[in-house]
């Protein structure tokens, strides 16, 4: 299960991943609250859309955006409570919770840490054989966390990405395979994902 985490709008996308690195869609929401509501009343909103997909689903984890700074205080402490909520509602039902910077998601969807939110959003179509874009942003987002972690070797564990897998563009080439050996065992977007994880650690 990814989440965009967001207290005027939260993404929740729920996703089957394959060994193969191809990927279905089970479901995807994004649960909106009105600023105009009491800030207990929006934050109890989330916990509880959280909470039925979490029971409805049984996610073996949850995989959340890590947001570390924004111009926007008000943004960030909403995204931070937001936040919060899922990970208690994940944590209460034995759910392991992972962390993913937004960095870290574009690495490994697009093989670029930089991309926009068009690159991510085709790429995660192609994924999981969409019929077309995912929207809107928050949902696009929340599957895009959600790839992310279905591409890691098990729950907390080091990424380990083998040069023996299939990326989200299809079997490996030759030339693929032998740039992969030429470079440790590890394809462009698996470098990439890795520049990105390193980037995050040194913050």
């Not at 999981?128 to 929340?142: F, Q, R, S």
Request: net charge neutral; aromatic share 4%.
């Amino acid at each position: 299960m990814g989440v965009d985490p967001g207290l005027t709008r939260c993404g929740f996308a729920i996703v089957e991943m394959q060994p193969n690195r191809s990927g279905s869609s089970l479901h995807v929401e994004v649960k909106g609250t009105n600023s105009e509501q009491d800030l207990a009343v929006r934050i109890l909103a989330i916990q509880r859309a959280a909470e039925e997909l979490l029971e409805e689903y049984a996610p073996d984890v949850l995989a959340i955006e890590r947001v570390f700074s924004s111009a926007n205080a008000p943004t960030a402490i909403g995204t931070a409570q937001a936040s919060g909520v899922v990970i208690a509602a994940a944590a209460a039902r034995g759910i392991p919770v992972a962390w993913h910077t937004p960095s870290e998601v574009k690495a490994a969807v697009t093989d670029d840490g930089q991309a926009d939110k068009d690159a991510v959003a085709r790429m995660v179509q192609r994924i999981l054989g969409l019929p077309g874009l995912p929207k809107p942003v928050d949902a696009t987002d929340a599957y895009a966390v959600a790839i992310c972690h279905g591409w890691r070797s098990g729950v907390g564990a080091a990424f380990n990405m083998t040069a023996g897998t299939r990326t989200h563009q299809g079997a490996q080439t030759a030339l693929q395979k032998a740039s992969a050996q030429r470079s440790g065992g590890l394809t462009a977007a698996q470098r990439a994902w890795q520049e990105a994880e390193k980037r995050a650690a040194r913050r």
